[in-house]
């Protein structure tokens, strides 16, 4: 089946580590997309790629870093820099940039900091 | 900056009444809107768009209005069935841009 996977599902660090989250999508997608969802805010957006080798920074990259070697894979590192990482963390693709595709959403990384 | 909000942030209808969900935005470059539908431990979904030449789009039970000189979505849901209890997100973007989120509104459908 096609779609986007993100592992793992929790996640638990101390403070002061670096951790990185998995994203991967098999829909053959160009554009990936990082968000992070806070209680009572909309998702907003961290880091965004839309072709291998290329990505922007969104709203809140600050503390945040991504890579994009292989079309199918946009993993996520949380840095020590970050001040509040605790958040649930969306990645999502579409098949190419834009804001005229429905993004595909995968389910999703609960991080909490120690 | 909430260029796109969701002022309520929750909403329950009984079962096979009407849920309207409502979106306002600030951003009058916006052309293309979607709701997403999102159960609890999934990612969104993508449910219905309407972009900024029409003033309705229908799938099913489910329609967007646009109104462009309010700057006003709203997402109706009729009839309401129980397995429509989920958190709703409305979006905005135009051109190559970003899309920008609400913050959602969790709807409760009761039996």
């Known amino acids: 089946d096609g779609g986007i996977t993100q592992s793992p599902k929790y996640l638990f660090r101390k403070e002061g580590q670096n951790v990185t989250l998995s994203c991967e999508q098999n829909?053959?997608?160009?554009?990936m997309y990082w968000y992070r969802q806070d209680p009572g805010q909309g998702l907003r957006l961290i880091y965004y790629?839309?072709?291998?080798?290329?990505?922007q920074k969104g709203d809140i990259a600050e503390g945040y870093s991504v890579s994009r070697e292989k079309k199918e894979s946009f993993p996520l590192t949380v840095t020590s820099a970050q001040k509040n990482p605790t958040a649930f963390y969306l990645c999502?693709?579409?098949?190419?940039?834009?804001?005229?595709?429905?993004?595909?959403f995968g389910p999703g990384t609960r991080l909490t900091v120690l | 900056d909430q260029q796109v909000k969701q002022n309520s942030p929750s909403l329950s209808v009984q079962e096979g009444r009407i849920s309207i969900l409502n979106c306002d935005y600030t951003?009058?470059?916006?052309?293309?809107f979607l709701w997403y539908k999102k159960y609890p431990a999934e990612g969104p979904t993508f449910l219905i768009s309407?972009?900024?030449?029409?003033d309705k789009n229908e799938d099913g039970r489910f329609t967007v209005f646009l109104n462009k000189s309010a700057k006003h979505l709203s997402l109706h849901i009729v009839p309401s069935q129980p397995g429509d209890s989920a958190v709703y997100f409305c979006a905005a973007g135009y051109n190559n841009n970003d899309m920008r989120f609400g913050a959602g509104t969790r709807l409760t459908v009761k039996p």
């Open positions: 999502a693709s579409t098949l190419n940039g834009g804001s005229y595709n429905e993004q595909f």
């Open positions: 790629s839309q072709i291998v080798n290329d990505f």
């Open positions: 309407i972009s900024s030449i029409k």
């Open positions: 829909l053959n997608h160009d554009a």
């Open positions: 951003n009058s470059m916006f052309d293309y």
